[in-house]
């Protein structure tokens, strides 16, 4: 998937949608590493601002979750489930 720059839908709201998209289909294994803000701004063309703010946001609604020192992680299978029983999912 790609940013659209010219959505009426912020970058950031579009990266978080395709990272969510992501631990929702397993893609992104519960417990895995979500890709560092480096790696998303390389790969999706976005500022730093932009990244941030999309794991930001998905941290939020609890889909991930951000430790000192080890970066951002998706839930754990168990956290998925609940998750999914979510209104906003």
Do not use: C, F, N
Not at 4 to 21: K, N, T
Not at 34 to 40: A, E, F, I
Not at 47 to 59: D, G, H, P, Y
Not at 62 to 70: A, Q, R
């Amino acid at each position: 998937m790609t940013i659209d720059h010219d959505s009426a839908v912020p970058p950031y709201r579009q990266l978080a949608g395709i990272l969510r998209d992501q631990i929702q289909s397993g893609e992104l294994a519960p417990g895995a590493a979500v890709p560092s803000v480096k790696r998303l701004r390389q790969e999706y063309g976005v500022a730093e601002t932009t990244a941030r703010k999309a794991v930001a946001l998905l941290r939020d609604e609890g889909l991930v979750e951000t430790v000192m020192g080890w970066g951002v992680s998706s839930p754990s299978a168990a956290e998925l489930r609940a998750l999914a029983r979510r209104p906003w999912l």
